[in-house]
Every structure is written in C-alpha cells, then in structure tokens.
C-alpha cells in the first residue's frame, strides 16, 4: 500500500509537454468552500484535472455511529448545511422503514415535510444563483437571491427555532406544530416570490455577457452524466429526466401536482435554466401545500416506542415523566435490518443506507453523496477548457462542501 | 490501539441485511468476491448504466468481517422526459469479504463514477480495490494511520500528545488570565474563600 501514502505531487499529475502543473485552491474564491483543483494547464487551457477534495471531512458518519438515532439526526443534518431539511428528512424516512411506522405519520407532518423540502431547495437555488452570479461578475444578483432567501430563514426559525439547522423534521412527524402567524408569514412569501422571480430572470437569463459565459460551455452528454453518477438538476439539464420526487415518490410528493424541467443542451446555461425552472415548480408545491395546511391535525405519530409524550402531560402524570425518561436517556431501539431511502434534494439524489443491528444506536448509516459524485465529473468536464470557464463549470454544478467532505 | 467506542448492542455477529430483505424495492443479491467481477460486467451489460452508490460497512464479529454495499441504478444514456423514465430498476449487490486488507476488483473501468467512491472506502475501512489506478487516501490526510469507519477504530481517533495549553489557560499565569473586567484571578479567588467562610461578599 506504498501508492497510499503518496501526497499528490507533479510527478502523479503526469506531466507531459508544455503542460504546467498549477493549484487552484484550497482557498480560491470560485470554488464555494474548500476545494484543491490540481490543474495540468497549456497556456489557459485545462489538459488535465484532478479535485483534491477531503479538507472539511468531519466524520459525520462515525460520530452518529456513537449517537442515539434521535441525536444521529443532528450531526446528519449538517452535512448539506445550504438545504437541512433534505437530510433531516431522507434520514428520518429511512428509520421510519427500519421501524415499520411509514404508514403511520400523520398526514399534516407529511404536508409540512413537503413544504420545507420545497422551500429549502428555493432557498439552497437562492445561494447557488448568487454565488454563481458572483463568480461570473454579476455582483447584484446576490443581493436579491439572499433577501429571499432570508424570507425562507425567517420561516425555518419560526418553524424549528433555528436559521440554518432547525432538526425540525424528526423521527416519526416532527418537532412540533407550526406557530402562530406562520401561515400569514408564508403567504407573504408565496405572493412575494413570483416577482421576486421575474427580477432574477431579468437580471440574468437575457443578459448577453452571463450568455456568453455560459453557453456551450461545460457540455454534459447524457453518457457522461450516467458514467461520471451525475444526479439532480444537473442530469436533467442533459436531458434525462430522472428525479427521485417522480421516480420513487415518498412523503407524499405523488399526491402534488408539479413538472419537472428537463433540457438537452447540457451546458452551463441548460443547468442554470434547469434550476430556475425548478424554483417556480417548487413555488407551485408550496402553494398546493399551504391549500392543505388549514386543517388542523397531529404532527407526531402517537407510537409511545419511539415518541416521548407530549411536554403538558410530564407534570401530572408519573408515567409519562418515567416514558419521557427512557426515551430521552436511552433513546429508542429499532429493529435490525438494512434499508436504501433517498430523496431528490436541491443537488441530487441523496441517499442514505442505514444498517440497524436492533440496538438503539445506528450501525452504520452510508451517505449516497449527490454533491461529491457531481463534482467528481469536473474530472471529464474540466480537459480542453479555460481555467476561467473551470470557474463557470464548477458554479454549474453547485457542490456543497459538508456533504462532499462529510 | 485502545477502543472507546461502545460496542454495537446485540453483537455485529447478526447479519441485518439477511434478517429483512422485504423491506425495500431494491432487487438484493448477495455475490460472492470472486464472482463480482462478473456479475458487475453482466449488470451493466443488461442496462445499469449508472453506479449510484459504493458504500462499506464493518460488521466486526461476523465472518466476513465487511460488506461492500453496490447501489445499481437501471437507465439508459437517451435523452429522455420524466415519463419514459418512469421508475428505473434498483439492484442492491452487497459483498462481504474478510481479513485485515481485503481486496476486491475494481469497478471503475466499468463506470468512472466508481473511482472516489471506491478511494473512500479504501481510505475509511482499509479495502484495497485491486486494478484502481489512483488508490489514495481521498478524506482523511495522505500520511493517515488507521481507517476511521472500522469498528475497532476508537470514536475520538489514536491516542496523540496533547497540544500544549496557551498562556491564557494557564491558571498560575494570573496576569494573563487577567478577566476583562480587571479584576484578577486572585482577588476572584479570595472573593470566593470569603464567601465560602461565611463572610461578607464586597
């Protein structure tokens, strides 16, 4: 295992030629975290590119080996931190499976679920345009991608008390109901976006100097997407149309209406329309979301294995101060097995594999990474263009770096 | 190395997988190492055209110790709208193979995709993918001993020397420990030894 211990140097980036060996990265602006991009360069042409990636690993799926199931959720849902609930939320339905309880969520905590896997992914399309903007000069875009997504902040702080990791969605439904004047809050935000929308599509998709940087450039075929893993928008901006929400529907997404956009070009510009299309399509599941949210119902499923009771009966009931007790110091156990659940979150297919030995620990949960395949196709993207367009290609397919690195 | 993990509750000598392979849409075949190779081939041959996922897990007590978990994925490379996809076909291929540097057949020349997948597993379990063409660590630093997601691998990682602690954590350095307010760590501390003999608190 000699090759094992080898730091990536010139001589393993194959030198051949005029061809300079260059690190973009770790710290360069465009690459939206911590990413080394060793480049084997022609003049300002990429021959060669290797990612270097492993710089936020934080062991995420060892330490939730040592946590309950309940506590696992939190280290999990700071893997993609730009979109929480989508982690949260693949999670809890793959445990939801190893326990057998899928049927039992109650149909208000689904709906719920539903909203904010549809507002997390506007708000994550919100951070992913206006970095992208940057990156090609567009500094105002940002501006107006960040004042709405703050809408969506507002909404997830209301709703699980926290802006960015509100563990909101838990095992069984979810923290709690919705709060009083959230549904005026979120009918701000409905009215609120389609205009918000029509501003962002003025500033950028008409505009000929973001055009001339992004069409043609990047050119993902369907083959390379398939070899290279590629999932989420940017697959569909290749032309397959292959989204987990209509493939192998969960929580409910059968039961809403909504297209999903698919383009053939398969450049820059394909998955930047893609991803603009999406966020009207998530609107519009927001909006037949917030239809059925008027009638009120329980959020948590009434099962005493896996839920505590609820925090009024703890004082004036012995029973449920000792049920309360055992849930929260032990954790709850679930049944051994194995179970594959992912969901279409804002960058891909992210799964979760979790191994459950019938303790009340996990055993192993393995992440299906979107963010870290997408990237890896920056391997077969990146050769024969510019380090400039190697900017624009990285911005496309919008990695996050706590889920890469996990 | 000393472990301070817990050990994993009713013994990792159960094999979960086997114990309720109903619960998932996934076609689950279990494959034998030296079969793998082949069956990888056969599967993509037959239209897989898409290696969604490569993923270990270290069952400790259980002969063989690790599984290789792959997530295969049925789709072709046609441009294709959301209803002609429709819902591809999923194979689940777990392959368990045994001892302290395992090897397997690579599977990145049949979907590139495989190549960082395959580079983690090496680097968090110690299973070496025999014909991988770049077989570095990819997440933990180059000069790494160990594999993390082993289970005898400790929660907190090896044993190190401690780094030393700065000036300002140093309890006798009192004038570095200076509190902003400007009261030092000593007149904090008779403050205390006052109150604690029962006298007045100034």
């Given at each position: 295992m000699t090759m094992s211990t080898q730091p990536l140097t010139p001589e393993i980036v194959s030198q051949e030629g005029n061809a300079m060996v260059l690190s973009m990265g770790p710290q360069?602006?465009?690459?939206?975290?911590?990413?080394?991009?060793?480049?084997?360069?022609?003049?300002?042409?990429?021959?060669?590119?290797?990612?270097?990636?492993?710089?936020?690993?934080?062991?995420?799926?060892?330490?939730?080996?040592?946590?309950?199931?309940?506590?696992?959720?939190?280290?999990i849902e700071r893997m993609d931190y730009l979109a929480p609930e989508s982690n949260s939320l693949c999670y809890a339905l793959a445990v939801e499976r190893l326990l057998g309880i899928t049927d039992g969520i109650p149909e208000r905590a689904r709906v719920i679920r539903v909203l904010f896997m549809e507002?997390?992914?506007?708000?994550?399309?919100?951070?992913?345009?206006?970095?992208?903007?940057?990156?090609?000069?567009?500094?105002?875009?940002?501006?107006?991608?960040?004042?709405?997504?703050?809408?969506?902040l507002d909404l997830q702080e209301a709703a699980g008390g926290a802006r960015m990791h509100p563990n909101y969605v838990r095992v069984g439904g979810l923290n709690g109901d919705l709060p009083n004047g959230f549904l005026a809050k979120l009918d701000a935000f409905i009215e609120k976006f389609p205009g918000r929308m029509r501003d962002l599509r003025g500033l950028l998709q008409a505009n000929p100097i973001f055009q001339d940087r992004t069409i043609g450039v990047g050119i993902l075929s369907p083959e390379a997407a398939l070899e290279w893993n590629v999932t989420g928008p940017s697959l569909r901006g290749s032309g397959i149309g292959y989204d987990v929400r209509k493939a192998f529907p969960y929580t409910g997404y059968d039961s809403y209406d909504f297209d999903v956009p698919v383009r053939s070009e398969g450049d820059a510009y394909a998955r930047f329309l893609v991803r603009l299309d999406e966020m009207e399509q998530s609107h519009r599941i927001v909006e037949q979301a917030r239809r059925r949210l008027d009638t009120p119902g329980p959020v948590l499923i009434d099962d005493p294995k896996v839920t505590a009771p609820p925090k009024e009966t703890i004082a004036l009931s012995m029973e449920a101060l000792i049920h309360h007790f055992k849930i929260v110091s032990e954790g709850f156990r679930v049944p051994p097995g194995d179970v594959y659940q992912s969901v279409e979150s804002p960058r891909g297919e992210l799964g979760y594999y979790v191994v459950s030995t019938g303790g009340n620990r996990p055993y192993r949960i393995r992440t299906r990474p979107p963010s870290m395949y997408n990237l890896q196709s920056v391997k077969g993207l990146a050769p024969g263009n510019l380090i400039a367009d190697l900017v624009v290609i990285l911005g496309s397919l919008d990695p996050v770096f706590g889920e890469v690195d996990r | 190395m000393p472990s301070t993990q817990t050990p994993p509750i009713a013994g990792a000598a159960v094999d979960p997988p086997s114990l309720r392979p109903s619960i998932d849409d996934a076609a689950i075949e279990r494959v034998e190492p030296s079969a793998l190779r082949a069956r990888l081939e056969a599967l993509k041959a037959d239209g897989y055209g898409m290696l969604l996922d490569l993923g270990g897990v270290d069952y400790l007590a259980r002969k063989p110790r690790f599984d290789v978990v792959y997530h295969l994925l049925k789709m072709s490379a046609q441009r294709a709208g959301v209803s002609e996809v429709g819902t591809p076909a999923r194979v689940r291929i777990l392959c368990g193979v045994d001892g302290d540097e395992p090897h397997l057949p690579t599977a990145m020349d049949l979907w590139k995709s495989a190549d960082?997948?395959?580079?983690?597993?090496?680097?968090?379990?110690?299973?070496?993918?025999?014909?991988?063409?770049?077989?570095?660590?990819?997440?933990?630093?180059?000069?790494?001993?160990?594999?993390?997601?082993?289970?005898?691998y400790p929660v907190r990682g090896p044993a190190r020397e401690r780094a030393p602690r700065p000036a300002f954590a140093n309890k006798n350095n009192v004038q570095a420990g200076t509190p902003p307010s400007g009261r030092t760590l000593e007149a904090l501390q008779d403050q205390v030894k006052r109150v604690r003999e029962g006298g007045q608190s100034s």
């Open positions: 360069h602006p465009s690459t939206h975290g911590v990413l080394q991009i060793m480049l084997e360069i022609e003049g300002e042409t990429v021959v060669k590119a290797e990612p270097e990636i492993g710089y936020l690993h934080t062991g995420i799926e060892k330490t939730a080996e040592n946590l309950f199931w309940s506590q696992a959720q939190t280290v507002l997390t992914r506007i708000a994550s399309h919100c951070v992913w345009l206006g970095t992208h903007g940057i990156d090609l000069g567009a500094i105002s875009v940002f501006f107006y991608c960040f004042d709405l997504r703050e809408n969506i | 960082w997948a395959e580079r983690e597993i090496f680097d968090l379990f110690g299973i070496v993918f025999d014909g991988h063409d770049n077989l570095r660590r990819i997440q933990m630093p180059y000069d790494w001993e160990g594999h993390p997601l082993r289970k005898d």
